[in-house]
């Protein structure tokens, strides 16, 4: 809170030396009644932190993010001479020096470290591979590695090393200097850091499919899928909506305040994708779209964390409709500590925010009022509206039970009300700005707040098409009506080696476009589709083998990037003999016979 009450030189120095340690003793306690109420609500803590969540979201966060990582290197390497090695920006000793921190003073390059004691305080902070050598050859290098272990984290090779690695060479170049990444670049960081702590390669990975393909090919049941602790999905949650708060309160200028804001930053030579828009951004502002954007945007960001609430209810709710809230467990009395607790707590959160208020809010405040009076209002806000709004919706749910669902749960604080007004407001500054990789770096992280069966609807809408019957200048009732696409058919021979080959397809199947026909034993081995035509009227077209294994290429997601490579002669049959020895190994590749009974692969 106190970081916050920095306004100018004057006003910390106030903070400092009249209420530093009456603030400090507040922080404290504020930090132990939370404290208190978790150990005597330990079965919040445990359903908050210790539950055991679906992968797939986390796994396609890990994707996306990867090229993301990747689009950053790859960005940054035309500039590497220029900024990260010593012929360019900073000399070695330079860099060391200014950027080291501890490391700058603790070693010598002659003579290395004068005590092995040194090494522990001199990577805490500040440490760069780059600080010690930072020659051409070395930070190309660099950059060859990061992109060599991104691209293995994306794909999900070794993902807890690769990603351990990846976050370290990334963090190793980004400590060089700080002249030229911004706090996009910060997040970027930061989400790795989280990611490389989760276990997000248990998932849409070459490692979980590895443990798949080693299950079938042995003879063994298909390994389920495994359920991952939350508390790193949870952090990511946390984190998103500490940035998008802790930029909010920071927007202080009174052009956020009349509404200006977007439009002096949409003006900007530095930063307009043409001179031309600055025509199209006047009429925005004049027609008060851009005003309005400003305003509701400082809104949104401040008042972000609560959708973390709105999730909190909505599992509440669910929860406590099936019998399985863990909080129906705890006795009366530990309810009630636990509630006293909270009060106290929110007591000291009033106390602090009235100095905040004296030194903070009022000096960007819009109102007449004194230091004391804005104090005191934001003490009363503080304390008043969250025990205010607790006890309104107690009082709504109860009376009107369907209210408190539609209306707060599932409307005011639902998650596509806030994440959908940033997917716009993202998507704005990627159209009216050149901001780097700022939007892809905070679009991602949404990712992990979907569930795994909203994600699996994803992919199925994928796998569907617009109705036929609806005409195409209706796109928004093509986009809600859809039929399912013509599927490919997997021909499987009644031989166990046959059934165990075809089992290998389903996890790729994301979008659900494979179907499987148990044919006669006398049918030849190998892979057999059956592939629709362009044309519903057409008949499908049989292919085997290589041509097979291509025409997959259509209806299995995770080989969409190899299609532009089927249209070329040379590459479509490389292409196929890697499907095929993907989907469709080798006889020697089966190490146990099968003896159970011959059934189609299941989901």
């Known amino acids: ?129 780059l600080h010690v050598r930072s020659d051409p050859f070395f930070v190309f290098l660099i950059f060859g590695l990061a992109i060599v272990s991104a691209a293995l984290m994306t794909l999900g090779v070794r993902t807890r090393l690769t990603t351990v690695t990846t ?8 400590r060089h200097n700080l002249v030229f990444y911004s706090g996009a670049d910060t997040a970027m960081r930061v989400f790795l850091f989280l990611g490389m702590l989760s276990r997000w390669g248990e998932a849409y990975s070459l490692d979980s499919w590895r443990r798949y393909r080693r299950a079938i090919t042995a003879g063994e049941e298909p390994p389920r899928g495994r359920l991952i602790p939350g508390w790193s999905t949870h952090a990511m949650m946390l984190q998103l909506a500490v940035i998008y708060c802790t930029t909010g309160l920071l927007k202080t200028g009174a052009s956020w305040r009349d509404g200006t804001a977007l439009y002096y930053a949409t003006s900007l030579e530095h930063f ?3 001179p031309e828009q600055i025509i199209v951004v006047t009429w925005l502002q004049r027609l008060w779209i851009l005003p309005i954007s400003s305003r509701v945007t400082l809104v949104w960001e401040m ?62 405040a819009w109102w007449r009022f004194g230091r004391r009076t804005t104090g005191t209002l934001c003490s009363v806000i503080v304390f008043v509206v969250p025990l205010a709004a607790s006890l309104l919706y107690g009082w709504v749910r109860r009376a009107r039970p369907e209210i408190a669902s539609r209306w707060i749960v599932r409307g005011a ?12 407001f993202h998507l704005g500054i990627e159209l009216l700005l050149n901001v780097g990789i700022f939007v892809q770096v905070m679009l991602a992280p949404y990712l992990v707040w979907l569930s795994a069966d909203e994600l699996a609807r994803a992919w199925a809408w994928l796998g569907t098409r ?138």
């Open 303 to 364: 008042l972000f964390p609560l959708v973390l609430v709105g999730c909190a209810l909505r599992v509440f709710e669910a929860e406590r409709a099936r019998g399985v809230w863990v909080g129906d467990k705890t006795s009366r009395v530990t309810r009630w500590l636990s509630y006293a607790l909270l009060v106290l707590a929110l007591a000291c959160g009033a106390a602090l925010a009235w100095f905040v208020g004296y030194y903070y809010v009022q000096k960007v």
């Open 1 to 129: 809170m106190i970081a916050f009450a920095k306004p100018s030189a004057g006003a910390s120095t106030a903070i400092a030396a009249a209420h530093l340690d009456a603030s400090t003793a507040l922080l404290t306690a504020l930090l132990l009644l939370v404290g208190l109420f978790f150990v005597a609500r330990r079965d919040l803590w445990g359903r908050l932190w210790w539950t055991r969540c679906d992968p797939r979201p986390l796994g396609m966060f890990r994707i996306v993010f990867g090229l993301v990582v990747l689009w950053t290197l790859l960005d940054l390497l035309p500039y590497a001479r220029f900024l990260f090695s010593d012929e360019g920006l900073w000399l070695t000793k330079l860099a060391r020096k200014r950027y080291g921190a501890a490391f700058s003073h603790l070693w010598d390059p002659a003579v290395g470290f004068e005590h092995l004691t040194d090494l522990v305080p001199s990577l805490l902070y500040g440490f760069s591979l």
């Open 466 to 603: 617009a109705d036929p019957s609806l005409p195409r200048h209706r796109w928004l009732a093509r986009l809600r009506h859809r039929a399912p696409r013509p599927r490919f058919r997997v021909r499987v021979p009644a031989r166990p080696l046959d059934v165990r080959r075809a089992a290998l397809l389903r996890p790729w199947d994301l979008c659900g476009r494979l179907e499987f026909e148990l044919v006669g034993p006398d049918e030849p081995s190998g892979l057999s589709v059956d592939v629709p035509a362009w044309r519903d009227t057409s008949p499908p077209a049989r292919c085997h083998g290589v041509a097979a294994a291509r025409a997959l290429c259509w209806a299995l997601p995770a080989f969409w990037v190899l299609l532009p490579l089927t249209w070329i002669p040379l590459a479509r049959r490389l292409v196929g003999a890697l499907l095929l020895r993907v989907v469709a190994p080798a006889d020697a590749d089966f190490v146990a016979a099968l003896e159970d009974p011959v059934s189609l692969p299941s989901a």
């Open 413 to 424: 604080l639902s998650r596509w009300l806030w994440l959908g007004w940033g997917v716009l």
């Open 167 to 174: 976050w370290l060479l990334v963090d190793t170049i980004y």
């Open 272 to 274: 307009f994708r043409a």
